[in-house]
């Protein structure tokens, strides 16, 4: 059992645990991910490793409630314990050697671009942060990107936070302001990741975007995770989950992201239906 030792309410539909986990914590590096069961009979999710902390032996995970799983995560609280968190899962990032790097995260993708920012920042390495969000209401890990960035940005759609726009909007800006980058990283949503690759592309500039498709056994034998990259099939959790941005077919990924709404939606009404406890159901 894995016991959570902090949890923290980071806006109304994101959460932030840490969890007792000495073993993963010790050999955790930013781009891997862990895979967790709440209970016997329960699902398998994947959740990108967002910290860790090698002396308390703890692995932060943060995590939006969409669905059945998740949610049932955000009810537990500090003192409860995860049946099977395993991990680290999946290729740590290759960090090393850059002297000038954007990192952009997009909503939740901001809490996976955090540990690759701080990585680079404790590596030497000018860090420009960007992170953008539906409103400021949803903004996540401020504090925490702003410790690490030589510069942060931070833009809304709706501009509640005075700064309206999108993170392609702002790397746009910074790269014709004459910022020499030598790696982009990218982590968010399927289309923001295509955006910034295809603007990127551009100017020359070498992407990185993490890859989250469905996983199941995290090993690579289901084959649920399988992304086209400069046309091979790669599997997010034993060949990424990072890639070039490049080379990644996001059309099909966003077609098969889409698969299993309807499964998802299904298994959620029928847990919300049932009434008190845990259901293996």
């Given at each position: 059992?894995?016991?959570?030792?902090?949890?923290?309410i980071?806006?109304?539909?994101?959460?932030?645990m840490?969890?007792?986990?000495p073993?993963?914590a010790?050999?955790?590096?930013?781009?891997?991910?862990?895979?967790?069961?709440i209970?016997d009979?329960?699902?398998?999710?994947?959740?990108?490793?967002?910290?860790?902390?090698?002396?308390?032996?703890?692995?932060?995970?943060?995590?939006?409630?969409?669905?059945?799983?998740?949610k049932?995560?955000?009810?537990l609280?500090?003192?409860?314990?995860?049946?099977?968190f395993?991990?680290?899962?999946?290729v740590?990032?290759?960090?090393?050697?850059?002297?000038?790097?954007a990192?952009?995260g997009?909503?939740l993708?901001?809490?996976?671009?955090?540990?690759?920012?701080?990585?680079?920042?404790s590596?030497?390495?000018e860090?420009?942060?960007?992170?953008g969000?539906?409103?400021?209401d949803?903004?996540?890990?401020?504090?925490?990107?702003?410790?690490?960035?030589?510069q942060?940005?931070?833009?809304?759609?709706?501009?509640?936070?005075?700064?309206?726009?999108?993170?392609?909007?702002v790397?746009?800006?910074?790269?014709?302001?004459?910022n020499?980058?030598?790696?982009?990283?990218?982590?968010?949503?399927?289309?923001?990741?295509?955006?910034?690759?295809?603007?990127?592309?551009?100017?020359?500039?070498k992407?990185?975007?993490?890859?989250?498709?469905?996983?199941?056994?995290?090993t690579?034998?289901?084959g649920?995770?399988r992304?086209t990259?400069?046309?091979?099939t790669?599997f997010?959790?034993?060949?990424?989950?990072?890639?070039?941005?490049?080379?990644?077919d996001?059309?099909?990924?966003?077609?098969?992201?889409?698969?299993?709404?309807e499964?998802?939606?299904?298994?959620?009404?029928?847990?919300?239906c049932?009434?008190?406890?845990v259901?293996?159901a």
């Amino acid at each position: 059992m894995y016991k959570i030792v902090r949890k923290e309410i980071l806006n109304p539909q994101v959460k932030l645990m840490e969890v007792q986990a000495p073993a993963i914590a010790k050999k955790a590096e930013p781009g891997q991910f862990i895979i967790l069961r709440i209970y016997d009979g329960g699902e398998r999710i994947p959740l990108t490793i967002a910290d860790y902390d090698r002396e308390k032996g703890t692995v932060t995970i943060i995590f939006q409630e969409v669905g059945k799983t998740t949610k049932l995560l955000g009810t537990l609280n500090e003192g409860d314990s995860l049946l099977d968190f395993v991990g680290p899962l999946g290729v740590a990032s290759h960090l090393e050697g850059y002297k000038k790097v954007a990192v952009i995260g997009g909503g939740l993708g901001t809490a996976i671009a955090y540990p690759q920012a701080k990585k680079l920042h404790s590596l030497g390495a000018e860090v420009h942060c960007i992170a953008g969000f539906r409103n400021k209401d949803l903004i996540i890990l401020e504090d925490e990107m702003k410790a690490v960035s030589d510069q942060l940005y931070i833009t809304t759609d709706d501009g509640s936070n005075g700064n309206k726009g999108f993170v392609t909007d702002v790397l746009k800006k910074l790269i014709e302001e004459g910022n020499q980058y030598d790696l982009v990283v990218a982590i968010g949503p399927l289309i923001m990741m295509k955006v910034v690759s295809n603007l990127t592309r551009e100017y020359g500039i070498k992407t990185i975007v993490s890859m989250n498709p469905v996983m199941v056994d995290g090993t690579g034998m289901c084959g649920g995770c399988r992304v086209t990259v400069g046309g091979e099939t790669k599997f997010a959790c034993v060949d990424g989950p990072d890639f070039d941005g490049h080379l990644i077919d996001f059309d099909e990924a966003m077609r098969r992201q889409s698969m299993y709404k309807e499964h998802e939606r299904h298994s959620q009404e029928k847990h919300e239906c049932k009434l008190g406890g845990v259901t293996n159901a």
